[in-house]
């Protein structure tokens, strides 16, 4: 994929008509839509049809199952994300044409215009973290324009057009996107080697992110400093002058969160700052969201908003769907579904669950490793991290952007996970794990299905296996 670096785009509205590639993606979706709803005339097309490309065409934007030249009609702008390659008959199209061809973050750079950008990064936790936000500044008054890489549980919208001058970003490193927005106040909620495959070495990572925290425009950075790498960037930053609030359990931060306390899939702790200390509420579980819920609280109070109104927001904040999502209950039986796909995030779900499971009950892992190089380089990590769960399957590697890679599939996991004093088992196909954990789930029993690839397909196919099982 390699690393896209930033572009001059110009507004929105001077973009002429725009054609989505790939438009039924989470965040291709919310661009589309901001772009309809700001009066552009608006095309799409996406590889298969989806309940998200049904609601574009009933919001009124002419959209296409499957790709083809003569889809992009009379476009003057084609939009594409990263996993679009250069054999798509309709990017061959634009490029003969010599239409102008903007990678989604540029898309969404062009919406940000005339706004106080707000750009979320780090390894983990940018989707809760822009979404935490968006609803703790809507909650204060700020009306903000957001676009989140998953929707809201609440809304099962991931982007909107606020009037307000705040516009909320999840901003993706993986391939430098983050480098291409105009960003006032950056948030990185943490910095742990990940997309070697782009950036080649940990440090080169860290500057990447560093590059990040110190474009022109930004006025505040926002860290972590539970995590070694956002604390060496605040300390970086703080150096070159740069207003930097830090948040974690350490008494170090500026946001403070001490007494941190977890029953069941809720969480809470005391956030001190700037002398006042109060009692943060969540309906979210586990002690990221918790920092989560701090990096969003800095935020707003840089913005000057609401004190009261900001924690009133969190409490209301339900959750983005695939982090940590209930997809039903049956026969006593949790089954949740959520998107982590790097060991720590695999460890944090996982420690999360553990603390939701029922006394007498078990935790059973599902894992679908994300990208080869991914599952090569952190085989162990995996493995060490699905050890915390009482039963795991593992199923094949969602390739994603990338080609296979003969010797690596997900049963490194497994050896990794088996070494690690695990009880995990191979299943290949995914579509065999439904009836393979129907026929050990028990009542009291959380199910958890983790991976940013496909995987979430196995959740709702499980309740209809445990339903067909009761009749």
Not at 255 to 270: I, P, Q, W
Request: glycine share 10%; net charge negative; charged share 20%.
């Amino acid at each position: 994929m390699g690393l896209r670096a930033p572009v001059q785009v110009p507004p929105a509205d001077q973009l002429g008509k725009v054609h989505f590639i790939a438009i039924g993606g989470a965040g291709m979706s919310g661009i589309a839509r901001l772009f309809h709803e700001l009066g552009v005339t608006v095309t799409g097309s996406d590889q298969i049809d989806s309940v998200t490309l049904q609601q574009l065409t009933r919001a009124g934007i002419p959209t296409f199952v499957g790709h083809a030249a003569e889809q992009v009609g009379d476009a003057d702008t084609v939009v594409v994300s990263s996993a679009i390659r250069e054999t798509n008959p309709e990017l061959i199209e634009a490029r003969r044409r010599g239409l102008r061809v903007l990678h989604r973050s540029a898309a969404l750079a062009a919406l940000m215009h005339g706004r106080v950008g707000i750009s979320i990064a780090g390894t983990h936790g940018k989707t809760t973290t822009t979404g935490m936000t968006a609803v703790m500044l809507t909650a204060a008054g700020a009306d903000p324009s957001y676009v989140i890489g998953s929707p809201l549980a609440a809304s099962g919208t991931s982007a909107h057009l606020g009037k307000g001058e705040a516009f909320v970003v999840e901003a993706d490193e993986s391939d430098g996107s983050f480098l291409q927005y105009p960003t006032r106040i950056a948030v990185v909620t943490n910095v742990e080697a990940d997309h070697l495959d782009n950036w080649a070495t940990p440090q080169a990572y860290l500057r990447g992110f560093e590059q990040f925290a110190s474009q022109q425009g930004v006025e505040a950075l926002v860290a972590g400093v539970d995590d070694p790498g956002a604390l060496e960037l605040a300390h970086r930053m703080r150096g070159r002058g740069l207003q930097v609030i830090t948040y974690g359990t350490t008494e170090a931060a500026d946001v403070v969160l001490s007494d941190l306390d977890f029953e069941g899939t809720h969480a809470a702790a005391s956030l001190s700052f700037e002398g006042q200390s109060v009692r943060l509420q969540l309906q979210v579980p586990g002690k990221y969201n918790l920092e989560n819920a701090a990096a969003a609280y800095a935020v707003g109070r840089i913005l000057g908003l609401d004190h009261e109104a900001l924690l009133r927001g969190a409490r209301s904040f339900t959750g983005t769907l695939r982090r940590f999502q209930l997809v039903d209950t049956v026969n006593g039986i949790a089954i949740y579904d959520d998107y982590a796909h790097h060991p720590t995030e695999l460890r944090a779900a996982l420690t999360a669950a553990r603390r939701a499971v029922p006394d007498g009950g078990r935790l059973i892992a599902c894992f679908q490793p994300h990208l080869f190089s991914r599952t090569q380089e952190f085989r162990d990590e995996f493995g060490d991290a699905l050890a915390l769960a009482d039963l795991g399957f593992v199923t094949d590697i969602y390739a994603a952007r990338e080609d296979p890679v003969k010797g690596v599939t997900g049963q490194l996991v497994v050896d990794a996970a088996l070494a690690h004093g695990a009880t995990v088992t191979y299943v290949p196909d995914k579509l065999d794990l439904p009836a393979r954990i129907a026929d050990v789930a028990r009542p009291g029993d959380l199910v958890m299905t983790l991976g940013a690839g496909d995987v979430t397909l196995v959740g709702p196919l499980l309740v209809a296996q445990l339903r067909q099982a009761t009749r």
